[in-house]
């Protein structure tokens, strides 16, 4: 059976060469503690950007940081590849497990406990109204593309759109909630200091 290092030494190896270059890019920008330094892997192949992700995210959370990272690059039939490997072969590593350790691997920790976005759901769809500018850096974070951006701000209502954040922007799990929740903190504080006062 493979390791998870084999599988994700596999994704990268089918990446194109321009592909591979965006990811080793995207790798080097990636925001949290556990920085990779960018001559770790400028001008290296993919068995060594491999070596460079398992020491750096261990061999457990690399996959997931991968799936991230792809997914950042717009790669989303490698990430959903790479997902489903993964589910296969580690059946207890699901895909929500998985990307809640990306989540723990960068800035914001929220793996065991459900998340705040989840927890407070109903008051952020009331409550939130501050959309344009959350939309604008939704899609800048790539958290979400042009179509569902413009589908959302088209719909008519905050709560509207706010639930159509929920349902098209946080469905691909951790790292897009831990994105959405840094928004809020910057363009709704004062509700999300209310929120967490009530948890």
Same mark, same amino acid.
């Given at each position: 059976?493979?390791?998870?290092?084999d599988?994700? +030494?596999?994704?990268?190896?089918?990446?194109s060469?321009i592909?591979f270059?965006k990811?080793?890019d995207?790798l080097?920008?990636?925001?949290? $503690?556990?920085?990779?330094? +960018?001559?770790?892997?400028?001008?290296? $192949?993919?068995?060594?950007?491999?070596?460079?992700l398992?020491?750096s995210?261990?061999e457990?959370?690399?996959?997931?940081?991968?799936?991230?990272?792809?997914?950042?690059?717009?790669?989303?039939?490698?990430?959903k590849?790479?997902?489903?490997?993964?589910a296969?072969?580690?059946?207890?590593?699901s895909?929500?497990?998985?990307?809640?350790?990306?989540?723990?691997a960068?800035?914001?920790?929220?793996?065991?406990?459900?998340?705040f976005?989840d927890?407070h759901?109903?008051?952020?769809?009331?409550?939130?109204?501050?959309?344009?500018?959350?939309?604008n850096?939704?899609?800048?974070?790539?958290?979400?593309?042009?179509?569902?951006?413009?589908?959302?701000?088209?719909?008519?209502?905050?709560?509207?759109?706010?639930?159509?954040?929920y349902?098209?922007?946080?469905?691909?799990?951790?790292?897009? +909630?831990?994105?959405f929740?840094?928004?809020l903190? $910057?363009?709704e504080?004062?509700?999300?200091?209310?929120?967490?006062?009530?948890?």
């Amino acid at each position: 059976m493979p390791t998870k290092k084999d599988i994700v +030494k596999d994704a990268l190896e089918d990446l194109s060469k321009i592909n591979f270059k965006k990811f080793c890019d995207a790798l080097v920008d990636r925001r949290g $503690d556990r920085k990779v330094a +960018k001559n770790k892997v400028q001008d290296k $192949d993919f068995m060594d950007v491999t070596n460079v992700l398992v020491s750096s995210f261990t061999e457990d959370e690399t996959p997931a940081v991968v799936i991230e990272l792809l997914k950042s690059i717009k790669c989303f039939d490698e990430a959903k590849n790479l997902e489903d490997l993964i589910a296969e072969h580690f059946p207890k590593s699901s895909a929500s497990k998985a990307t809640a350790a990306a989540g723990a691997a960068g800035e914001t920790t929220c793996s065991s406990e459900e998340h705040f976005v989840d927890k407070h759901r109903t008051e952020l769809i009331e409550r939130v109204t501050n959309i344009p500018p959350i939309l604008n850096l939704l899609l800048k974070k790539k958290v979400i593309q042009d179509p569902v951006y413009e589908e959302i701000c088209d719909t008519k209502g905050n709560p509207e759109k706010m639930t159509k954040i929920y349902r098209q922007a946080l469905k691909s799990g951790i790292c897009a +909630k831990d994105i959405f929740f840094e928004i809020l903190k $910057d363009k709704e504080p004062l509700l999300v200091e209310d929120l967490e006062k009530k948890a």
